[in-house]
């Protein structure tokens, strides 16, 4: 069974971190390019980071770039995302997902091509 987790939301203050996990299990995480999504309710979806499988290669919305940061450990089938200085408008729930094929790099990932597995999310609430 293909399975992703969140992990490691939670309620923060402004200007405070937070790192989120996201544990793997029925899928060749080692071969894949992951990524971190989020979505508020009424919004759409929107891509945060993604992360080749090898976690040379990375990609990051203008939003969250320089303030964020996604790694992985393939000996654990686990990704991450550190999040610092966190602002109010990063409140919402963040989801990993995987790319669907090994062939989808962080950019496809970004674009939200073809991604079928997803975790059920976890809350991120910064008070200000």
């Known amino acids: 069974q293909q399975q992703l987790v969140e992990s490691g939301g939670g309620l923060v203050q402004a200007g405070g971190s937070l790192r989120l996990s996201c544990g793997a299990s029925?899928?060749?995480?080692?071969?894949?390019?992951m990524g971190w999504f989020r979505q508020a309710p009424g919004k759409e979806r929107e891509s945060v980071a993604a992360i080749d499988w090898r976690g040379d290669s990375t990609s990051y919305s203008d939003s969250v770039k320089g303030r964020f940061t996604i790694s992985r450990d393939n000996a654990k089938n686990t990704m991450y995302l550190e999040m610092k200085s966190l602002k109010s408008e990063d409140t919402t729930v963040y989801y990993c997902t995987a790319a669907s094929t090994p062939v989808d790099g962080p950019g496809d990932v970004m674009r939200g091509r073809d991604l079928e597995i997803w975790g059920q999310g976890t809350l991120v609430t910064v008070s200000s």
């Open positions: 029925g899928i060749k995480f080692g071969i894949l390019t």
